[in-house]
């Protein structure tokens, strides 16, 4: 029997964040007959390493990027990949670990480079396009979306050269969420309106849009909760901005959690006011969870978020669009009932981490199949 091909998924650090935990489920639910999974940091560990390890996913942390560019980081990352006997390096796109893995992976003569695209080509930095053209010449695309596909189409990319794999969740440990944890956790009663934003705090999430909208909700529906699940580098300021706005009564910062599937049972509505996005875990937990959400049409998120049948599209950077579709939601229980129904269904159908899992390994195998001979 052949032995398991090696893949390795480079990331700055293992830290609370959607593209590290979507790699830690990935790695969890791969075929062990045909792919094994280890993960390097560039930088230390992070939060969710203890998790990775608990799995039995091995985390390499190099101590490396102490400056703006560490030159001598490519020459280590590739002796880890040479020791690892790695035949695939994987890397997010949006990571500054991207200019590093693909020398490395040069380096080491790894035989496939597969950069995972979260959101659209376009929204990257022109300087960034330039300088990825050179780097991933002969790189592979997985894209989370359609949308995200059709964008790297649309710069050059080579049909053959992208899989569309969308994201994947641990539907049963959603859906084992409850809703009177959720609510005892945030000290709120049962009957509060509560509106869960799952998002780091992030200038591209634009939570700040949401507060600029809240104020006609709350003139609507003053018994609302806002719940930000998440940090980031804007939670000072945003704490600023609602404080100064009188909204601290109304929107509570929970930072990081671990009780998500219990706060999205918990949520009335849940809602990503994004400006950028590619096709957001936090929305496929949200539909797995049968909630409706209120989001902007931005990137992917209209394959996942069906207007009117599974939630509310609203235009990004827009706060008055935002807050007209949120006090139309809070005011129709029915209408959200249906949605969210519709959302778990579709959720169910597309988005377990089984199947993300099958259709990473497809495109691992293809790829490999074109770039070397019995690897």
């Known amino acids: 029997m052949t032995a398991p091909r090696t893949v390795a998924f480079v990331h700055l650090d293992l830290a609370d964040g959607g593209a590290q935990r979507q790699t830690l489920l990935l ?12 993960i390097v940091c560039l930088r230390g560990e992070g939060q969710l390493v203890p998790v990775a390890r608990a799995a039995g996913v091995p985390v390499q942390a190099l ?35 991207v200019p590093y893995a693909a ?7 790894v035989p496939l480079l597969v950069v995972h695209d979260h959101a659209l080509y376009g929204d990257l930095p022109r300087a960034r396009r330039l300088a990825d053209a050179q780097l991933l010449r002969d790189a592979r695309y997985v894209a989370v979306a359609e949308a995200v596909r059709r964008s790297l189409l649309a710069a050059g990319i080579a049909p053959a050269r992208v899989a569309v794999v969308a994201p994947g969740i641990e539907l049963d440990r959603v ?52 719940v930000c699940a998440g940090d980031g580098p804007l939670r000072e300021r945003l704490v600023a901005l609602a404080d100064a706005a009188g909204l601290s009564s109304a929107v509570l910062f929970v930072g990081q959690r671990d009780d998500v599937p219990d706060l999205l049972a918990a949520a009335t ?8 996005e590619g096709l957001p875990a936090a929305l496929i937990e949200a539909a ?85 001979d019995g690897c």
């Open 175 to 226: 859906a084992a969420g409850r809703a009177e944890r959720g609510r005892a956790a945030l000290g709120l009663p049962d009957a509060a309106l509560l509106v869960l934003v799952p998002a780091r705090l992030h200038a591209m999430k634009r939570h700040v849009d949401l507060l600029a909208a809240l104020p006609r909700v709350l003139a609507a529906f003053p018994g609302v909760r806002v």
């Open 288 to 372: 797995a969870a049968g909630r409706p959400v209120v989001a902007t049409a931005v990137g992917g998120v209209p394959e996942l978020v069906v207007d009117g049948q599974t939630g509310w599209l609203v235009p990004p950077d827009d706060p008055p669009a935002l807050a007209a579709a949120l006090v139309a939601a809070l005011r129709d229980p029915e209408a959200r009932a249906r949605m969210g129904a519709a959302a778990r269904r579709r959720a169910a159908e597309h988005h377990a981490i089984q199947g993300a899992a099958v259709r990473l390994q497809a495109a691992w195998d293809r790829w490999l199949g074109e770039v070397c």
């Open 63 to 97: 101590g490396r990027l102490r400056r703006p560019w560490d030159a001598a980081a490519p020459l280590v990352l590739a002796r880890e990949l040479r020791r690892a006997g790695a035949h695939v390096v994987h890397v997010a796109r949006y990571s500054r670990a």
């Open 269 to 276: 509505l849940v809602v990503l006011p994004s400006r950028v």
């Open 103 to 109: 020398l490395a992976a040069r380096l080491a003569r």
């Open 27 to 38: 790695a969890r639910h791969l075929d062990p007959a045909r792919y094994r999974a280890r």
